[in-house]
Each structure stands twice: as C-alpha cells, then as structure tokens.
C-alpha cells in the first residue's frame, strides 16, 4: 500500500494563476480532508469529504475548491492564486470505525509558493 | 476552537521526561496525537476517547481529563527521536464527520 500520495511535492506559483494538487489514496477510506499548514499555527482544515460525491467546507475554505467522483481521488483546486495561500497543503484520509482507531493518515504534503 | 497547547516549546536532554498540555474550551469526544518532524507529514502517535483510559506505548503516554476537557502527552526518558512538534487534534462529537481542530503544536528538542 502506498497509503496518501500527493502531487507535486513543490510548486512556485503566480498571482492569479490556478493549479491542482492531487491527492489520491489506496486504502479504500471514505473519509478525506485537505488542511493548510502555516508556521506556528498548526493544521486548518479547508474541506473534507465523507464520500464520493459528497464535499463540505473546513475552517478556511475561501480561495479553494474540491471534488470526490471517486473513492481515491480528492483533488483541490486553487484558482486566482494568492500570496496568502502559500503554504503546505496536506491531504489525510481515515476509515472510522468508532472503536478508537480512527486515525488519520497523512499524505507528505506540497509546498506551495505564490510569488 | 483551536485547543491551547502549552508550552510552545520545551527543550530536552536526553534521558529527562516531559508532559505537553492541550485543553479546549469545548466538551471533546476524542483526542488525538501526533508527531510531526521537520519537513514530514504528522504521524499518529494514538487517541484518547471520552470514557477511556490511558493510553502509552514505549516510553509515551497521555491521559484525557474529559470534565477539564483537558488531555496531556507524557515522554519519559526521552529519546534523540522524540524531537519534532507534537499536535493534538480534537474531536467534539461523533457527529462531527471525525473532523479534527488542530492546537497549534509543541515544539520538543531533545539534545544529547
């Protein structure tokens, strides 16, 4: 199992450009989330997902957009970039099962510049 | 709301123990840990449940105080690899969609 796998790993952006980052997981979880990460401020969570075809925003939601057609793939979209969504981006899957292990993993994150 | 972490950060020799406070303003359900190295994904350390008991492996442990809404991580004699930030995320309810709010971390050096 590869587990979350996120790409790219790096990425400069412009002002006002879009891009997609990728987030793809092989453990069949139903549950995905997309969170930023600034420096000193712990994990915000942007959007999360409970299942294919079903999104919903986080705590910081404005600037991005996601969709889940299937199981595996949960990308996020920026579009308009901005210099306050530099930032590292991880994407984390879980598979409740209300005993007490529902942990979540994390993929390795993007690094993402907008210049 | 963001659970208060303290302290922000501790510094360490090797051998010593050390205990990192997370408490919320929020009746939580859960409590989870985890520790993140510089420039890596956090890696779950465990959870606490509302209604469990302790929990540790190795030399770390915590406990969940849910009347104080209170959880804290104890690392006994420490070890070069306990170095990175720890995180606790916590959960206010089952209805929450297993949403985790993240503290701000606590960063751990640990020094030979």
């Known amino acids: 199992n590869a587990g979350v796998t996120q790409t790219p790993k790096f990425r400069i952006l412009k002002i006002g450009q879009s891009m997609t980052l990728q987030c793809t997981q092989d453990?069949?979880?139903?549950?995905m989330y997309w969170y930023r990460q600034d420096p000193g401020m712990g994990l915000k969570l942007i959007y999360y997902?409970?299942?294919?075809?079903?999104?919903d925003k986080g705590e910081v939601p404005n600037g991005y957009n996601v969709s889940r057609s299937t199981t595996e793939d949960f990308p996020l979209r920026l579009e308009l970039a901005a210099p306050s969504q530099t930032s590292v981006y991880f994407c984390?899957?879980?598979?409740?099962?209300?005993?007490?292990?529902?942990?979540?993993?994390f993929g390795p994150g993007t690094r993402l510049t907008v210049l | 709301q963001q659970p208060v972490q303290s302290p922000q950060a501790v510094i360490l020799r090797e051998g010593e123990d050390a205990v990192i406070n997370c408490s919320s303003s929020?009746?939580?359900?859960?409590v989870h840990w985890y520790r993140q190295k510089h420039g890596e994904a956090p890696v779950f350390l465990m959870i606490?449940?509302?209604?469990?008991e302790q929990k540790g492996h190795d030399k770390i442990s915590a406990s969940f105080n849910e009347k104080k809404q209170q959880s804290s991580l104890y690392l006994t004699a420490s070890q070069l690899s306990y170095s990175g930030t720890y995180f606790c995320?916590?959960?206010?309810?089952?209805?929450?969609?297993?949403?985790?709010?993240f503290g701000k971390g606590t960063l751990l050096t640990v020094n030979p």
């Open positions: 984390a899957s879980t598979d409740p099962t209300g005993s007490g292990t529902d942990t979540q993993y």
């Open positions: 453990m069949n979880h139903n549950y």
């Open positions: 997902s409970v299942g294919a075809g079903i999104t």
């Open positions: 929020k009746a939580l359900y859960s």
């Open positions: 606490l449940l509302k209604g469990g």
């Open positions: 995320g916590t959960e206010s309810g089952r209805g929450s969609n297993y949403k985790l709010t």
